[in-house]
């Protein structure tokens, strides 16, 4: 038998090994990388969805609280967020909305005292006698 480790079997062994190990490196990952990128669409996530909802409120004609959608609330979706502003609004149009004070309603008999009517006032209290 021949010396087996000639020169050119050393060599062709050489090169099988050496050609993983090159692609390995070539493919080797830079987590770092991708951590950073992963962060980054996250941001952009969450700005993509507070513009979807900015965008809403505009076409809702909500405009003017758009503040207090992304402030207050970041984490719910949009539906659910312009029910709860339009609910809001609803519950201010009521509170700034006329409200007559109380006021008891006139009877007959304060009517014609005001008016000086001493013959009304006598009708309006025997009227009440004979219902």
């Not at 830079?30 to 993509?48: P, T």
């Not at 609280?65 to 979706?77: D, L, V």
């Not at 029910?83 to 304060?110: C, H, N, R, S, W």
């Not at 005292?113 to 004979?130: C, H, P, R, T, V």
């Amino acid at each position: 038998m021949e010396n087996l480790h000639t020169e050119e079997t050393v060599e062709m062994v050489a090169e099988v090994v050496e050609a993983p190990v090159e692609q390995t490196v070539e493919q080797s990952v830079d987590y770092d990388a991708i951590q950073e990128q992963a962060k980054q669409l996250e941001i952009e996530k969450q700005q993509l969805k507070e513009d979807a909802l900015k965008f809403r409120l505009e076409q809702e004609g909500l405009g003017f609280a758009k503040g207090f959608a992304t402030t207050y609330s970041p984490t719910e979706n949009i539906e659910k967020q312009i029910e709860m502003i339009q609910q809001l609004i609803a519950e201010i149009k009521l509170d700034m909305g006329f409200m007559p004070k109380e006021v008891a309603k006139q009877d007959d008999y304060t009517a014609h005292k005001q008016n000086g009517d001493a013959k009304g006032m006598i009708a309006s209290k025997f009227a009440k006698l004979f219902k």
